[in-house]
């Protein structure tokens, strides 16, 4: 059974606040496969504060170096996706072809995605009424929470 029970914050793998373990079943099988840690307030405010942090030097970095950062994400995605494609059959119990063949590419193709919209972006352009420019800047930290079947 795979241990996760850390959390990655600030660069780093740490230890929840509290322990407060939770075993991940594989529906298919309905047997354990894992044992994840269920983050406190602590953990969040700790991981937020974090993204805090890095969003000051992260905000000024230039469109090529946050594509330079995609593509060496999409690079390692397309190096582990047997690796992630397994891991969605033991989370969520779906046949390995099916995993392996549809679920794990839409995250290289969701990279790729990303990827061709910032370089496609306009960061900085004049309004379409004149005598100024309209430029997109980071607006901060969000947190997310998207279904499992997005």
């Not at 994400?73 to 063949?101: C, H, K, N, Q, V």
Request: proline residues 5%; negative net charge.
């Amino acid at each position: 059974m795979l241990d996760r029970r850390a959390f990655y914050i600030d660069g780093t793998w740490v230890a929840p606040s509290e322990a407060r373990d939770f075993e991940v079943l594989n529906p298919a099988t309905e047997q354990p496969v894992a044992v994840i840690s269920l983050a406190s307030a602590l953990d969040v405010d700790r991981a937020v504060r974090a993204a805090r942090d890095a969003f000051e030097l992260w905000s000024e970095t230039s469109t090529s170096e946050r594509a330079d950062m995609l593509r060496r994400a999409l690079e390692i995605y397309l190096r582990r996706r047997d690796e992630i494609a397994e891991a969605m059959t033991l989370e969520m119990g779906a046949p390995r072809d099916f995993s392996r063949d549809s679920q794990a590419p839409c995250g290289d193709a969701l990279l790729a995605a990303a990827l061709e919209a910032l370089e496609a972006h306009v960061f900085e352009r004049p309004s379409l009424r004149g005598g100024s420019t309209l430029r997109d800047e980071a607006a901060g930290v969000a947190g997310l929470i998207t279904p499992w079947n997005w």
